[in-house]
Every structure is written in structure tokens, then in C-alpha cells.
């Protein structure tokens, strides 16, 4: 399979059915460049507005709405020695009586080490002057172009992927995503080096970096939400506001998954979800808000 290097010109703000930038066949690697979340490059030069430009779309042989894509996540190396984050809480996170004790939000610069793999603030408060966090790279914002002809702002997300901003979506997890159009056409950007739970900033530690994945087509394998593996877990992605529908729906789809590919009616796999299921809250900031639905290999062990 081909290994193709990519650098992009052209940056788009809403997933939907662009011209392709690169065709792919099924099974080959693409290391990419991103830009951050407001569109600068790894040489801190503006290239692209602001919400999260995507590189792409990469149009995938083969790929038939009806199918999976499968995209595994080889590698994130960061490309630019700085993100940025704001300096406070967001206001929807918090008692509507604290959000008046906040200054007005900030953008604020931070200082990222790849040798050590660490993070830390460029101008840190006094208490912080001595506080770093570790460099964990992850994709906020990727995923294939909707049905029905749509272009989705990169600032929210639904079945088709978008801003989910799960900080489990890193090098060694492979995501599937419902392909809707003619070869799914692909996007990916907006990568943080460090990201909570949540998102309770509105931002991760936004940079630029280079990306390294495989798209492989799951020829027939409808899915309704995005799925993933890890090494240890499968996972379900549901997006939507309010939070208990998008839980909703990342919960329906394990349900779906275990019946579909472990051979479990409703009342097995309710067994094995009831006892087993673990869930993360991805994100609470974007206009959909993200619920992660986990099981783990071990407990699917003889099963299917």
C-alpha cells in the first residue's frame, strides 16, 4: 500500500461534499499537516479563519454510503513549539453565580516540550510559576462528509464525526465512521496537545501538527455514530445537546455493536452493558455536546 505525504492549501470549515484534495485507495497511509483551531501553521502563520480548518477531504476508493471507514491513528507529532488555550472556565460548566467571579476569558499562550513531554504556560500566574502537564496528543475535530448534500460547521458534530473533541482519540486508536457519500471524503485537523474531559475551557492546548493515519473501507458494515478500539476497550460516540441524548445515542449504538457482531439479543447485551459499561463526557462546550460509551475487550471475552 502507498504512503502518501500531504500538505495542504486549501483548509475547509464545514465537512461536507468538497472537492477532493487527495484520492486514496483503501489500506494506504497518509501522514498530513494541520493547522490549530484559528487556522495558524506550524510556522504560527494564519493560513486558514477560524472555527477548527480541516485538511481534506480525502476521497477513499471504494467507499459507498452503506459502508464503514476505518481510520486508524498511526501518529500526532506536533509541528509548532506553542498552543494556546483561555484562561477560564466556560460559563455553561459551572453555577451561573460563579460565572460573575471570572475576569473576561483570555487567550493565553503555552510553551510545549517535545523532548520532555511536557507542557506549561508562557506567563504563568504566581501559584502556577512551577506546574506543567503532560503532552498527550489527540484529534479534536475529524470525520466524513454528511448525507442529504450537507455542509456541518467544524464547530459541532453528529453521525458523521466532526468536533468531538474525545481526548481518547490518539496514536494507536482506530475510529469507524458511517460513510455517507461516494468515497467518505475524509477530514482531520484541529489537534490539541493536551485536553480534560469535557473541554471546560472551550479549547484543548491547540497546535499544529502532522498526522499520521490509514483509512481502510469496512465494505458493508453499516454503523449509525462512530465507533472505536483501543487496546484494551471498544467505544461508541454519541453526539447531540442535551447531554442524555447524545449519551443516548452512544449507548444505542453499543447496543447495536454487541448484537450486530457478538451474537447478543437485547436482554444479553443489556447484561453485559449494565455491568460493564463506562462512560466519558468528551465534550460540554460545542453546539453538540459528546458522550463516550466504553466496554472492555476482557468482558466481551467467548463472545460472538
Known sequence: MTHHH????????????HA?????????????????????DARGAKIADRPNPMTGPFFIEGAEPGDALLVAIRDIRMTR??????????????DPSAVQRFPARSKVAWLIDAASG??????????????????EPMIGCFG???DLGQAISTATSGR????????????????MFPVAVPGALFFLGDVHAQQCDGEIVGTGIETAAEVTFTARVLKGQKIG???GLNATEIFTIGNARPLDQALQHATTEMLDWLMTDYALDEVAASHVMGQCVRYDVANVFNPAYSVVCRVAREALTGLG
Open 6 to 17: 500531504f500538505t495542504p492549501s486549501t483548509l475547509h470549515n464545514t465537512l461536507g461534499s
Open 20 to 40: 477532493p484534495t487527495l484520492v486514496i485507495a483503501s489500506g494506504d497511509t497518509v501522514t498530513a499537516g494541520t493547522a490549530d483551531a484559528h487556522g495558524f
Open 81 to 94: 513549539a506553542t498552543g494556546w488555550t483561555f484562561d477560564t472556565l466556560s460559563p455553561n460548566v459551572v
Open 118 to 135: 511536557r507542557a506549561r504556560l508562557a506567563e504563568p500566574p504566581a501559584s502556577l510559576a512551577d506546574w506543567s502537564v503532560a503532552v
Open 144 to 146: 466524513v462528509a454528511p
Open 160 to 175: 458523521y464525526g466532526g468536533n468531538m473533541d474525545y481526548r481518547g482519540c490518539k496514536a494507536g486508536v482506530e475510529v
Open 225 to 227: 455514530w462512530p465507533r
